[in-house]
């Protein structure tokens, strides 16, 4: 029976062995626990371990070959991370040395037994003999057979016989791996059982020897990796059942989670090198277009990997395991492209989070092997995993909503790089894709100038004979990226100015989207078509946009002339959905170039070209109304609002199938719906055989030949898509109220305000908080001018815009600009009816219970009687004076324009009711649905005698809720607002006026800084003949707004309305200033934002008539006649924006 140190200094030699301390002084220890070198064990062990000595010599030669092979086998950086190379072979001066240990344990006695041959063919491989190697190993039985190989140990005893090893495996044991369930259970001195008993090292013997023949079939047959590949299928279920057995382990409650490497460092060498290799030839020879798996295919092999990696340290072979990185974030970029989407989804529906989890690791490797460059060096590794990175945020669908993780890794990438146009590019692009356009312009001039920077270096250095033979072409972009990058910065520079409220700031940005596409021209190789029609399209937007925020009348007609110019030769040049788009839109414009039915063929045309993009289908309709064709634009807006909801719907590619009508019109009749499938995936039937790697290559192909080529545009995230949607519903309805009456639209309203609560985004909050969350009262607050931010407001180039000149002037279609920065005393509409008929334009106060003034929006005249006449002081600072006077007026446009029958219109209390389809909270419901339930009289009392019940107690303020809402909710909320705002005008051009009150209320409470709810407030007042409180609406959004263009028309019309004889000099004096104040507002409102709206022309013509300024009367309303006669069912670019 074996004695005590007999067991202790067998399990310390197996501990040493499977730990693979072969360079360690102190390996092992003796049973009191002190340390015990290499040479001091083995003759420790062939003392008290008689009978072994040739078990000794074994690791003793093992430990020898290991040394030996110690700086080949730790990583190191390769120029060929995928070669086989080296690896596990000696060089030539140390041959001699390993020879002699080959020779030694031929000699040994015991050469035939099974532990020797495997160590012996170790050598045979090291040594470059990779035929002796195989040989070797087919004459060993069971070489799979853990169990077998701990047993082959017994037959090593000088006497020749069979002997039971201390704490060794029965021989009874049947398992080929053995068990590790008991890997944490110890042994003598703390050696874990399975080491103890010799399995471990049985294990690290069998993978070592799949390995070294998988390794000897690469060298010696080198043009047919599938034989290299077979001999490491058998490691897979060895390996498998290793890190199934841990993981069940670690599962088991109260098992904490030690670490593993450094007693089984061998093992896991051995593992890495064979999954490795295997991954490397797999990745070669695996098609990625086959749905079906086998037991060892590539996903398997890169799973057990990832299983297995769990249990390593960062600064394991970091170089060796980033290229399986890389490979594996290869195979899921490929994939998307090699595998129909539909079949994707089912098969690895959460694919992009495996990626971003292998990335994060890639990450963490990098840190470890890479470091701040040195001058005159580049980061590659680091530039090449952002690269990376972008591929697979493309691979997903390159959103916008989740290009935060791609973000995040591109700002630590900037810490192991320095002034990286590579990341300074991905970063402009997704900043801009994800919303955050500030951020978007910095990196972009960060990116411009690292270039021109290099590339003006390069050429200097070329002119020094010192560095003329050096290459320096990599420290800067190439002309095609340059180019495209810069197009991109240029449209997006245009859209930002667009979007600018300081007039120098616009005008600035918009400069500087000129210089960038000059600079984009400077770099452009004419030879490539579809990039020369990418620098015409960002020329053609730049001047449309500079055309506008310069507000010039003098250089407006020559920018827009440039602008078709230039869009028209992109077309000539290489035809995009893009450009067809922004040509119809400029030939919308008035002007010389004016041209309808021109405009719709190029809209059909980006129709044709893209059919996925809704913009291109919202804007064929809007022409085709314009022009009369009614049954057309119907048609066009329902394929286009079909296809865009099952995009919301489906997140999927909406020309996958086609919307069909009962008209039988579908959307093969303008476009083919299978020209972008989802991805930029085709079509099944034309996929090839699709490999990771390429055959016969040493080296993993750079990551950017996976970025797919740059767009025309971000594309759009989920809440765009709604607001396109939402746009063309608008639209609709705008279109069915223009062909079929006022009197058929409430029910479709209905279902737009249903459709609106089922498909909104997420942050949009529709708790009506400054009513139902009972805020503090307005008496309370300040009412006076300076109350109002002097943050400057937004543009007004999406503003809604007057455009029923056969009604009331109405601006029915509001557009969605971006929240304004202003914070403005809110309307809450809440006043009855018969006050406000009882009321005189001064009128008095309204009482409210107590006696006390109730201070709501309708009735913002009582707070402060002065601000009237403030707001005149302004608004007159602007005006030219010296203007003479006309007498003439026209009756040509004016027809139905000024006071129409909508100013007394009759009183109908039968609207449908939004709020029930809206509301989440019935006891949340305001005062002014609350008087449409309880009575039809009770409108007519005092909003503060009604017993509102008190809403449901309010949760605990979020910390995060003190913050103010961001960008997105608040465009959000502009949405609904507007919404209610179009309602309002409905209802009043239906005469419901109580429900106008109670929409323009409902408007407002969602966003208080919209200026066009007092725009709507002020059409309501004038709606029941109180044009006082009507001018102060319209002066208060011009507060917001200054450059909004319906409340100023409003404005200068009341300014403009005849009114009862004046009996005194000082009456006439004040109608006379009124007249030149409107002169002036409408004089250069229609140099500016207003200079396409037939209205502004029309008033402005009205006014010079009451100055008897004939010449420039006729002139005016020939201008307006112009704009008039192609006015369609809404302004085009308030639905679908100055461009994409």
């Given at each position: 029976?074996?004695?005590?140190?007999?067991?202790?200094?067998?399990?310390q030699?197996?501990?040493?062995?499977?730990?693979?301390?072969?360079?360690?002084?102190s390996p092992a220890?003796v049973?009191?626990?002190?340390?015990?070198s290499?040479s001091?064990?083995?003759?420790?062990?062939?003392?008290?371990?008689?009978g072994?000595s040739?078990?000794?010599?074994l690791?003793?030669?093992?430990?020898?070959i290991?040394?030996?092979l110690?700086?080949?086998?730790?990583d190191?950086?390769?120029?060929?991370?995928?070669?086989?190379?080296?690896?596990?072979t000696?060089?030539?001066?140390?041959?001699e040395?390993?020879?002699?240990?080959y020779?030694?344990?031929?000699s040994l006695?015991?050469?035939?037994k099974d532990?020797?041959k495997l160590?012996?063919?170790?050598?045979?491989?090291?040594?470059?003999?990779?035929?002796?190697?195989?040989?070797?190993?087919?004459?060993?039985?069971?070489?799979?057979?853990?169990s077998?190989?701990?047993?082959?140990?017994?037959?090593?005893?000088?006497?020749?016989?069979?002997?039971?090893?201390?704490?060794?495996?029965?021989?009874?044991?049947?398992?080929?791996t053995?068990?590790f369930?008991?890997?944490?259970?110890?042994?003598?001195?703390?050696?874990?059982?399975?080491i103890?008993d010799?399995?471990?090292?049985?294990?690290?013997e069998?993978?070592?020897?799949?390995?070294?023949?998988?390794?000897?079939?690469?060298l010696?047959?080198?043009?047919?990796?599938?034989?290299?590949?077979?001999?490491?299928?058998?490691v897979?279920?060895?390996i498998t059942?290793?890190?199934g057995?841990?993981?069940?382990?670690?599962?088991?409650p109260?098992?904490a989670?030690?670490p593993?490497?450094?007693?089984?460092?061998?093992?896991?060498?051995?593992?890495?090198r064979?999954?490795?290799?295997?991954i490397?030839?797999?990745?070669?020879?695996?098609d990625?277009?086959?749905?079906?798996e086998?037991?060892?295919?590539?996903?398997?092999?890169?799973?057990?990997?990832?299983?297995c990696?769990?249990?390593?340290?960062?600064?394991?072979?970091?170089h060796?395991?980033?290229?399986?990185?890389i490979?594996?974030?290869?195979?899921?970029?490929?994939?998307?492209?090699?595998?129909?989407?539909?079949i994707?989804?089912?098969?690895?529906p959460r694919?992009?989070?495996?990626?971003?989890?292998?990335?994060q690791e890639?990450r963490?490797l990098l840190?470890?092997?890479?470091?701040?460059p040195?001058?005159?060096e580049r980061?590659?590794?680091?530039?090449?995993?952002?690269?990376l990175?972008?591929a697979?945020w493309?691979a997903?669908?390159a959103?916008?909503?989740q290009?935060?993780w791609?973000?995040d890794?591109?700002?630590w990438a900037t810490?192991?790089?320095?002034?990286s146009f590579?990341?300074?590019?991905?970063?402009?692009?997704?900043?801009s894709?994800?919303?955050?356009?500030?951020?978007?312009?910095r990196t972009?001039?960060?990116y411009?100038?690292?270039?021109?920077?290099?590339?003006?270096?390069?050429?200097?250095?070329?002119?020094?004979?010192?560095?003329?033979?050096?290459?320096?072409?990599?420290d800067?972009?190439?002309d095609?990226q340059?180019?495209?990058?810069?197009?991109?910065?240029s449209?997006?520079?245009?859209?930002?100015?667009l979007e600018?409220?300081?007039?120098g700031?616009?005008?600035?940005?918009?400069r500087?989207?000129?210089?960038?596409?000059?600079k984009?021209?400077?770099?452009?190789?004419?030879?490539?078509?579809g990039?020369?029609?990418?620098?015409?399209?960002?020329e053609?937007?730049?001047?449309?946009v500079t055309?506008?925020?310069?507000?010039?009348?003098?250089?407006?007609t020559e920018?827009?002339?440039?602008?078709?110019e230039?869009?028209?030769?992109?077309i000539?040049?290489?035809p995009?959905?893009?450009?067809?788009?922004?040509?119809?839109?400029?030939?919308?414009?008035p002007?010389?170039?004016?041209d309808?039915?021109e405009?719709?063929q190029?809209?059909?045309s980006?129709?044709?070209?893209?059919?996925?993009?809704?913009?291109?289908?919202?804007?064929?309709?809007?022409?085709?109304a314009?022009?009369?064709?009614?049954?057309?634009?119907?048609s066009?807006?329902?394929i286009?609002?079909?296809?865009?909801?099952?995009?919301?719907?489906?997140?999927?590619d909406?020309?996958d199938?086609a919307v069909?009508?009962?008209?039988?019109l579908?959307?093969q009749?303008?476009?083919?719906?299978q020209?972008?499938?989802?991805?930029?995936?085709a079509?099944?039937?034309?996929?090839?055989?699709?490999?990771?790697?390429?055959?016969?290559?040493?080296?993993?192909?750079?990551s950017a030949?996976?970025l797919k080529?740059?767009e025309?545009?971000p594309?759009p995230?989920h809440?765009?898509?709604?607001?396109y949607?939402?746009?063309?519903?608008?639209?609709?309805?705008?279109?069915?109220?223009?062909?079929?009456?006022?009197?058929?639209?409430?029910e479709?309203?209905?279902?737009?305000?249903?459709?609106?609560r089922?498909?909104?985004?997420?942050?949009?909050d529709?708790?009506?908080?400054?009513?139902?969350?009972r805020?503090p009262?307005?008496?309370?607050?300040?009412?006076?001018?300076a109350?109002?931010?002097?943050?400057?407001?937004?543009?007004?180039?999406?503003?809604a815009?007057?455009?029923e000149?056969?009604n009331d002037m109405l601006?029915?279609?509001?557009?969605v600009p971006?929240?304004?920065p202003?914070?403005?005393t809110p309307a809450?509409?809440?006043?009855s009816?018969?006050?406000?008929?009882?009321?005189?334009?001064i009128?008095?106060?309204?009482?409210?219970t107590?006696?006390?003034?109730r201070?709501?929006?309708?009735?913002?005249?009582?707070?402060?009687?002065s601000?009237?006449k403030?707001?005149?002081?302004?608004?007159?600072?602007?005006?030219?004076?010296?203007?003479?006077?006309?007498?003439?007026i026209?009756?040509?446009?004016g027809?139905?324009?000024g006071r129409?029958?909508?100013?007394?219109?009759?009183?109908i209390?039968?609207?449908?009711?939004f709020?029930?389809?809206?509301?989440?909270?019935?006891?949340?419901?305001s005062?002014?649905h609350?008087?449409?339930?309880?009575?039809?009289?009770?409108?007519?009392?005092?909003?503060?005698l009604?017993?509102?019940?008190p809403?449901?107690?309010?949760?605990?303020?979020?910390?995060?809720?003190?913050?103010p809402?961001?960008t997105?909710?608040s465009h959000?909320?502009r949405?609904?607002?507007?919404?209610?705002?179009?309602?309002?005008?409905?209802?009043?051009r239906?005469?419901?006026?109580?429900?106008v009150?109670?929409a323009?209320q409902?408007a407002?409470?969602?966003?208080?800084?919209?200026?066009n709810?007092?725009?709507?407030?002020?059409?309501?007042?004038?709606?029941v003949s109180?044009h006082y409180?009507?001018?102060?609406a319209?002066?208060?959004?011009?507060?917001?707004n200054p450059?909004h263009?319906?409340?100023?028309?409003?404005?200068?019309?009341?300014y403009?309305?005849?009114?009862t004889?004046s009996s005194?000099?000082?009456e006439?004096?004040?109608d006379?200033?009124?007249?030149?104040?409107?002169?002036?507002?409408l004089s250069?409102?229609?140099?500016?934002?207003?200079?396409?709206?037939?209205?502004?022309?029309?008033?402005l013509?009205?006014?010079?008539?009451?100055?008897?300024?004939?010449?420039?009367?006729?002139?005016?309303?020939?201008?307006?006649?112009?704009?008039?006669?192609?006015?369609?069912?809404?302004?085009?670019t308030?639905?679908?924006?100055?461009?994409?």
């Amino acid at each position: 029976m074996a004695n005590a140190k007999e067991k202790h200094y067998w399990s310390q030699l197996r501990a040493a062995l499977t730990s693979g301390s072969w360079d360690v002084h102190s390996p092992a220890q003796v049973p009191k626990g002190g340390p015990l070198s290499w040479s001091e064990m083995l003759r420790k062990f062939n003392k008290h371990c008689q009978g072994y000595s040739d078990v000794a010599e074994l690791a003793s030669q093992t430990q020898a070959i290991s040394l030996l092979l110690i700086a080949q086998d730790e990583d190191k950086p390769s120029k060929s991370p995928i070669a086989f190379g080296e690896e596990c072979t000696l060089p030539q001066e140390r041959v001699e040395e390993a020879t002699a240990g080959y020779a030694t344990l031929r000699s040994l006695r015991t050469a035939e037994k099974d532990p020797v041959k495997l160590c012996l063919a170790y050598y045979a491989f090291a040594l470059g003999r990779p035929s002796e190697c195989l040989s070797i190993l087919e004459t060993v039985k069971e070489l799979t057979d853990v169990s077998t190989r701990v047993l082959s140990y017994n037959t090593m005893h000088e006497d020749g016989g069979s002997l039971q090893l201390p704490d060794s495996v029965a021989s009874s044991s049947t398992s080929r791996t053995g068990s590790f369930v008991s890997v944490w259970t110890t042994g003598s001195a703390g050696t874990p059982a399975e080491i103890a008993d010799g399995r471990s090292w049985g294990m690290i013997e069998a993978v070592r020897s799949i390995t070294l023949q998988g390794m000897s079939q690469e060298l010696l047959s080198p043009g047919s990796p599938e034989k290299a590949f077979s001999a490491y299928a058998p490691v897979v279920p060895l390996i498998t059942a290793v890190v199934g057995e841990l993981q069940s382990y670690f599962n088991t409650p109260g098992n904490a989670l030690a670490p593993t490497f450094p007693k089984y460092r061998e093992l896991w060498r051995w593992t890495e090198r064979a999954l490795r290799r295997a991954i490397i030839l797999a990745a070669q020879l695996c098609d990625l277009s086959k749905v079906e798996e086998d037991e060892y295919s590539l996903w398997t092999l890169f799973d057990l990997y990832r299983a297995c990696s769990a249990h390593w340290p960062p600064t394991f072979r970091p170089h060796l395991r980033s290229s399986i990185a890389i490979i594996q974030s290869r195979a899921f970029v490929l994939r998307t492209d090699a595998i129909p989407s539909d079949i994707l989804k089912a098969k690895a529906p959460r694919w992009i989070i495996s990626a971003r989890s292998v990335l994060q690791e890639f990450r963490s490797l990098l840190n470890v092997c890479t470091h701040f460059p040195r001058a005159g060096e580049r980061n590659s590794p680091v530039e090449d995993f952002v690269d990376l990175c972008v591929a697979v945020w493309e691979a997903d669908g390159a959103v916008g909503e989740q290009a935060g993780w791609v973000i995040d890794l591109l700002w630590w990438a900037t810490r192991l790089t320095f002034n990286s146009f590579r990341i300074y590019r991905h970063m402009s692009r997704l900043f801009s894709a994800s919303g955050d356009r500030e951020l978007a312009m910095r990196t972009l001039r960060l990116y411009i100038q690292v270039v021109s920077k290099a590339r003006q270096a390069a050429t200097s250095g070329n002119d020094n004979e010192e560095t003329s033979g050096v290459d320096t072409s990599s420290d800067f972009d190439t002309d095609r990226q340059w180019v495209q990058t810069l197009v991109q910065g240029s449209r997006l520079l245009s859209r930002v100015a667009l979007e600018e409220s300081d007039y120098g700031k616009r005008v600035d940005l918009a400069r500087e989207a000129g210089e960038t596409v000059q600079k984009a021209k400077s770099r452009l190789d004419p030879e490539d078509t579809g990039l020369v029609a990418s620098v015409h399209l960002a020329e053609g937007v730049w001047y449309s946009v500079t055309a506008y925020v310069e507000q010039d009348p003098r250089t407006r007609t020559e920018r827009l002339t440039r602008s078709i110019e230039s869009l028209i030769t992109a077309i000539g040049t290489f035809p995009t959905a893009s450009a067809h788009h922004h040509l119809a839109l400029a030939l919308t414009r008035p002007g010389p170039t004016k041209d309808f039915q021109e405009a719709i063929q190029h809209a059909r045309s980006a129709v044709e070209l893209d059919s996925a993009e809704p913009r291109h289908w919202h804007l064929l309709g809007l022409l085709l109304a314009a022009v009369g064709d009614w049954k057309a634009a119907k048609s066009v807006l329902e394929i286009g609002i079909g296809l865009v909801e099952a995009e919301l719907v489906e997140e999927g590619d909406p020309g996958d199938s086609a919307v069909v009508r009962d008209d039988g019109l579908n959307i093969q009749d303008f476009a083919r719906s299978q020209l972008h499938p989802a991805n930029g995936s085709a079509d099944v039937s034309t996929r090839g055989c699709e490999h990771i790697l390429p055959r016969d290559v040493s080296d993993i192909p750079p990551s950017a030949t996976l970025l797919k080529p740059v767009e025309d545009r971000p594309r759009p995230t989920h809440q765009e898509r709604f607001e396109y949607a939402l746009q063309m519903r608008m639209s609709q309805l705008a279109l069915t109220e223009y062909v079929d009456g006022v009197e058929n639209v409430s029910e479709k309203w209905l279902d737009v305000f249903a459709w609106f609560r089922e498909k909104r985004p997420a942050s949009l909050d529709d708790q009506r908080k400054s009513i139902d969350g009972r805020r503090p009262s307005q008496d309370t607050r300040q009412t006076d001018a300076a109350s109002f931010s002097a943050q400057p407001p937004r543009a007004s180039f999406s503003a809604a815009r007057p455009e029923e000149a056969t009604n009331d002037m109405l601006s029915d279609d509001h557009s969605v600009p971006t929240p304004i920065p202003i914070t403005v005393t809110p309307a809450t509409p809440g006043v009855s009816q018969e006050d406000y008929r009882a009321s005189s334009p001064i009128s008095s106060p309204i009482n409210g219970t107590n006696g006390e003034k109730r201070s709501t929006s309708l009735d913002e005249k009582d707070r402060d009687a002065s601000r009237g006449k403030k707001v005149r002081n302004v608004l007159k600072s602007g005006v030219h004076k010296g203007q003479a006077r006309m007498v003439t007026i026209s009756k040509k446009i004016g027809h139905g324009v000024g006071r129409s029958a909508s100013l007394n219109l009759k009183r109908i209390n039968s609207a449908p009711d939004f709020h029930s389809v809206l509301g989440h909270i019935p006891l949340q419901a305001s005062s002014i649905h609350l008087r449409q339930y309880q009575s039809i009289h009770a409108s007519q009392q005092d909003l503060a005698l009604l017993e509102v019940p008190p809403p449901p107690r309010a949760p605990s303020p979020d910390p995060a809720s003190k913050h103010p809402p961001n960008t997105r909710s608040s465009h959000d909320a502009r949405l609904l607002s507007d919404l209610w705002l179009m309602s309002a005008a409905i209802f009043r051009r239906q005469g419901k006026i109580e429900q106008v009150r109670g929409a323009i209320q409902e408007a407002e409470v969602r966003d208080e800084d919209n200026p066009n709810v007092w725009v709507q407030l002020g059409l309501y007042h004038i709606a029941v003949s109180d044009h006082y409180r009507a001018s102060e609406a319209f002066r208060k959004a011009l507060f917001i707004n200054p450059d909004h263009v319906p409340a100023t028309i409003y404005l200068c019309q009341i300014y403009l309305t005849p009114k009862t004889s004046s009996s005194t000099q000082e009456e006439k004096k004040a109608d006379e200033q009124q007249v030149d104040l409107a002169a002036g507002l409408l004089s250069d409102l229609t140099n500016g934002p207003g200079w396409d709206v037939p209205e502004a022309w029309y008033y402005l013509a009205k006014a010079y008539k009451l100055q008897g300024r004939r010449d420039r009367e006729r002139e005016c309303l020939n201008i307006a006649l112009t704009l008039s006669q192609t006015r369609g069912v809404r302004d085009i670019t308030t639905a679908v924006g100055w461009g994409l």
